[in-house]
């Protein structure tokens, strides 16, 4: 499968646990984003990456995430402390440069905080 | 920032009527503008998509149109399938250096056959 890959498919975690999800972007992509889905709702932007390095992380996202794409190919999102408000669907995408070029989603990671 | 109004939220054809899924979006800067497909349970995969030096775009039963003057754009979907029920997003990117789309709420679109 040449397609995003996100591990895992579902993650299930007490409150206060850290969590860590993992993206492998179609290879030749240089450009990779995260965001997040709730129930209902759009994909919400939380960060992107250009490379190894992070060009743009969200307002909205808490000092508790973090991002990483050391290498310039996978990236890993940890959340540190989770809340049930961190509960969503995480998604992973990819493109080449620049935005006006197709995202390609991930089939993303469903987190259940309990 | 961009700011994307998606209507309506849900949206019930019957098979064979056409549906209309409308996003309004704010920065006039924005150049492209894709819509997303969403099975349940399953990632959003991009339909169709337009750029700004085009007003419409056709690909079989599926188009979408550009009004850049009005800052919205439209999928048509026509002779609905069940196959077509699905959640749909639109997205329009940011621009002046934060290069990153934004996207509607979705649409719910339901084909009853």
């Known amino acids: 499968d040449t397609g995003v890959s996100q591990n895992p498919r579902h993650k299930i975690t007490k409150r206060g646990q850290n969590v860590t999800f993992r993206c492998d972007p179609i290879?030749?992509?240089?450009?990779l984003y995260w965001y997040r889905q709730t129930l209902g709702q759009g994909p919400e932007f939380l960060t992107y990456?250009?490379?190894?390095?992070?060009?743009?992380k969200s307002r909205l996202l808490s000092d508790r995430f973090s991002a990483e794409r050391p290498k310039g190919s996978f990236s890993t999102l940890e959340i540190q402390r989770t809340e049930q408000g961190d509960s969503a669907m995480y998604l992973c995408?990819?493109?080449?440069?620049?935005?006006?070029?197709?995202?390609?989603f991930g089939q993303g990671t469903r987190l259940t905080v309990v | 920032g961009e700011n994307v109004e998606q209507h309506p939220s849900t949206l019930s054809v019957q098979e064979g009527d056409s549906a209309v899924i409308k996003c309004t979006y704010s920065?006039?800067?924005?150049?492209?503008f894709p819509w997303y497909k969403q099975e349940l349970g399953k990632r959003p995969q991009l339909i169709i998509d337009?750029?700004?030096?085009?007003g419409e775009k056709k690909d079989q039963r599926i188009a979408v149109t550009l009004n850049k003057t009005a800052k919205h754009f439209s999928l048509h979907i026509t002779e609905t399938q069940p196959e077509d029920s699905a959640v749909y997003f639109c997205?329009?990117?940011?621009?002046?250096?934060?290069?990153?789309?934004?996207f509607g709420k979705g649409t719910k679109l339901t084909v009853n056959p």
């Open positions: 995408a990819s493109s080449l440069t620049g935005v006006s070029t197709e995202a390609f």
């Open positions: 290879s030749e992509h240089n450009r």
């Open positions: 990456f250009q490379n190894e390095a992070q060009l743009e």
């Open positions: 920065d006039s800067a924005s150049n492209y």
């Open positions: 337009i750029r700004s030096n085009v």
């Open positions: 997205a329009a990117p940011t621009q002046g250096g934060s290069e990153k789309l934004v």
